[in-house]
């Protein structure tokens, strides 16, 4: 099945812009537009898109806040931000808010399509500078792990190493369910909201993956 993509952004041109190069991929699918936060968020819950690609300097409602909302209310739905902005603010924002990756608008058109197919595998996009950016930004979390199961701590190293769940589960030997309920229960037990903060919280603690 084609990924569903839900556009955000409050520029026409640029909604248009999108739909026009990913549309072109037969492995994508866009289902829906919204020009404001508020919409994305009646949109999400209206049409249970696997990806939004979310502008976050919009008026009313911002990226930021319509993120943590779609966030919390489709856990199985992954948000990109996709701005013309990284400053330590909006970066850090949007992954509190739960955004599995964060891409500049001058992002080529393939290279766009590649991270939408990555976060919906469930890999976490990061591009040095925005790492560079977080990993500073929480090191202010706690750094024990010790209410994960060895199996979870096995799962989060994956994570951090880039890994999407049909690679994780090919790795441990079990079901890419199983992988997303593990996903699931890792980011309970942190109080996190996002792959992309287990992952930073991963490499806070020194974990790696096993090979």
Known sequence: MPIRILIVDDHSVVRQGLR?????DQDLCIVGEASNGEEAVEEARKLNPDIVLMDLLMPGMDGIEATAIIRKELPDTEV?????VATDQMVIGAMRAGAIGYILKDTGGEDLRIAIKAAAAGQVLLSPQVAAHLISAFREQPVSPGTLT?????????????????EIAARIFVSEET??????N??????MTSRTQAALYAMRIGLVPRK
Do not use: D, P, W
């Open 20 to 24: 026009m190069f990913l549309q072109i």
């Open 150 to 166: 060895k199996r979870e701590l096995e799962v989060l190293g994956c994570i951090a190493n880039g890994e999407s769940n049909k």
């Open 186 to 191: 890792i980011l309970g037990k942190l109080g």
């Open 179 to 184: 992988v997303k309920t593990h996903v699931s």
């Open 80 to 84: 990109i931000a996709l701005t013309s």
